[in-house]
């Protein structure tokens, strides 16, 4: 089982590697976790992914724009600060 920490040191790691003028999806992460079955587990990335933000760790994006993340529609993006 993979806990909510794990995935946010993932989060945080890829986002650090890509650098602050580039982003990663979500998707990269939970595939990289949880391998065969990473599609069930996008919503609990994606919590994690908005827990960092409100921490000011990192930056949800859509289209290249920083978005309100109590109103996420569509695909996002997360950068590191």
């Known amino acids: 089982m993979v ?3 794990n995935i946010a040191e993932s989060i945080i790691s890829t ?3 890509r650098g602050p003028e580039k982003s990663t ?3 990269e992460i939970a595939r990289g976790l ?3 079955d990473w599609r069930t587990h996008m919503k ?3 919590a994690v992914a908005i827990e960092l933000e409100k921490d000011g760790r990192v930056i949800i994006t859509q289209k290249g724009s ?3 993340t109590n ?3 569509g695909p996002v993006r ?3 600060v």
């Open 66 to 68: 920083r978005i309100d």
């Open 71 to 73: 109103h996420i529609k």
């Open 34 to 36: 949880f391998l065969d």
């Open 78 to 80: 997360i950068k590191i």
């Open 15 to 17: 986002a650090q590697n």
């Open 25 to 27: 999806c979500p998707s």
């Open 3 to 5: 806990k909510p920490k």
């Open 44 to 46: 609990e990335v994606l």
